[in-house]
């Protein structure tokens, strides 16, 4: 079974500093990978995902994660926080191989930006 | 523009009286689901569908029901609701095929079980 785990579960940066959400998976054969935002009382929306080619994945907001197979993680970057970016995020992982689309998302990471 | 809308936002309800709550896509889409979100368990999905008149069970499917008559409307029915059922619920919609193709989610739907 596909797990996701999102080290801490609260961040706190700056603003103008570095974004370094952390993301690990397990599963048996790579999955699709994703990154979710929520913002307060809204619905999630896609941040970026990774599904094959570059390992590097450029989003939305000036966020990108990196895929790297041998840590089988998915870290969520951004160089310079802004205070827009204050939201919880999720990792999600979806198997390839079934139509159940099923995302197995981490219990999310809430990133709070200091002016 | 493209939606995916719930309603109601808001409900507060006792055990054991019957809700529906609804989720209505205008995109299309012929795969819907209905995840739970859970302080520190993130979401889990309930049920899916992939489409008219094609539902089956995901991870967390005790105590709820869904429909699937139209393929732009997926009820969550929940017929004898308990506390252990108060949650942040939502839907979301999406094309069938790969799994790696955006989800896209609704507003979400705060249920209270008293």
């Known amino acids: 079974a596909q797990s996701v785990t999102q080290l801490g579960s609260h961040v706190s940066v700056s603003e103008g500093a570095l974004v370094l959400l952390r993301c690990n998976y397990s599963s048996s054969v790579p999955p699709y990978l994703f990154w979710y935002v929520q913002y307060p009382n809204q619905g999630l929306q896609l941040l970026l995902k990774?599904?094959?080619?570059?390992?590097l994945v450029k989003g939305i907001n000036g966020f990108e994660a990196e895929f790297k197979k041998s840590e089988t993680s998915f870290h969520l970057t951004k160089p310079s926080a802004h205070m827009s970016d204050a939201a919880e995020y999720f990792c999600a992982v979806s198997d390839r191989y079934t139509g159940r689309r099923a995302l197995t998302f981490g219990s999310g990471t809430r990133l709070q930006v200091q002016p | 523009e493209a939606q995916v809308t719930q309603n109601p936002r808001y409900l507060i309800t006792v055990t054991g009286k019957k809700l529906t709550v609804t989720c209505s896509q205008n995109m299309n889409h012929e795969y819907m689901s209905w995840y739970r979100q859970d302080p520190g368990l993130g979401l889990r999905q309930i049920y899916y569908s992939m489409n008219v008149e094609v539902t089956d069970k995901g991870d967390v499917p005790e105590g709820y029901k869904v429909s699937r008559k139209e393929k732009r409307n997926f009820p969550l029915i929940l017929e004898s609701p308990s506390p252990n059922q108060t949650s942040l619920y939502f839907c979301?919609?999406?094309?069938?095929?790969?799994?790696?193709?955006?989800?896209?989610f609704g507003s979400g739907t705060q249920l209270s079980v008293l």
């Open positions: 990774y599904t094959t080619g570059a390992t």
């Open positions: 979301a919609s999406g094309r069938v095929g790969q799994g790696g193709e955006k989800l896209f």
